[in-house]
Structure formats: C-alpha cells, structure tokens
C-alpha cells in the first residue's frame, strides 16, 4: 500500500513560479513510476507530466512542455513539478499518482494506469 500526499500549492500570479512536492509512504514508491495529473473546474482530469523510477525518462503533456519539470529523489520518496512560467490556464488542483512496480523504464500518461493518488494541492494563477 502507498499513500501519497501532495504539496506546494497555491496563489501566484501569471509568469511566476510554484514547485509541487508529492510524498509517498511505503518503501516500493522508488520502483514505481509516478505522474502529475490536473483537474480544472468543469474539466476532466488531465495529464501533466510522468517519470520514470529511475527519473530517466519522462513526459510531458504539450501544454506544459518547456515550462514544468518533473523530477524524483528516491532516497526521499519525494517527486517534484517545477512549474515556471505560469499562466491562468493552469490553475487547476493537481493531483500526484504511483504506478504499478515496474522493472522497467516506463512513463504512463493515462490515469487507468496509475494504482495510487493523493487528495490533490490547489493552484491558482491570477491574471
């Protein structure tokens, strides 16, 4: 079992910056991968960015590429989204996901393919 918690969130205006952290419980969350995922009011929940368990491989929807990064520290069981450049369309609560243990370098986008998945942090972008 994994639980995941989120955090980080929260107001900031366009062009600024926010890192998210997403903390899992559990000694399997390194050989999982994990995604960023968004739901905006209204919207459906969305992909945002994956990694990989080694952090060597990871994706991006086209919305934020270029602007989010996504990082892990595994000693940590820590997995970051550095957001830069921020803009109103991108508020939305974000919600971090654990996949599946893997062996290995997989990047899921979909969310049918993730197993666990935190209460989500808010973030709003002021115009």
């Known amino acids: 079992q994994v639980q995941v918690v989120e955090s980080g969130g929260g107001l900031v205006q366009t062009g600024g910056s926010l890192r998210l952290s997403c903390v899992a419980s559990?000694?399997?969350?390194?050989?999982?991968?994990a995604g960023w995922f968004r739901q905006a009011p209204g919207n459906e929940r969305e992909f945002v960015a994956a990694?990989?368990?080694?952090?060597?491989?990871?994706d991006y929807a086209d919305s934020v590429n270029g602007r989010f990064t996504i990082s892990r520290d595994s000693a940590k069981n820590t997995v970051y989204l550095q957001m830069n450049s921020l803009k109103p369309d991108d508020t939305a609560v974000y919600y971090c996901?654990?996949?599946?243990?893997?062996?290995?370098?997989?990047?899921?986008?979909?969310?049918?393919?993730?197993?666990?998945w935190g209460q989500g942090t808010q973030v709003t972008v002021s115009s």
């Open positions: 996901a654990a996949g599946p243990i893997v062996d290995r370098e997989y990047v899921h986008s979909r969310e049918y393919e993730y197993d666990y």
């Open positions: 559990g000694r399997t969350f390194s050989i999982r991968p």
């Open positions: 990694i990989s368990l080694s952090g060597g491989h990871t």
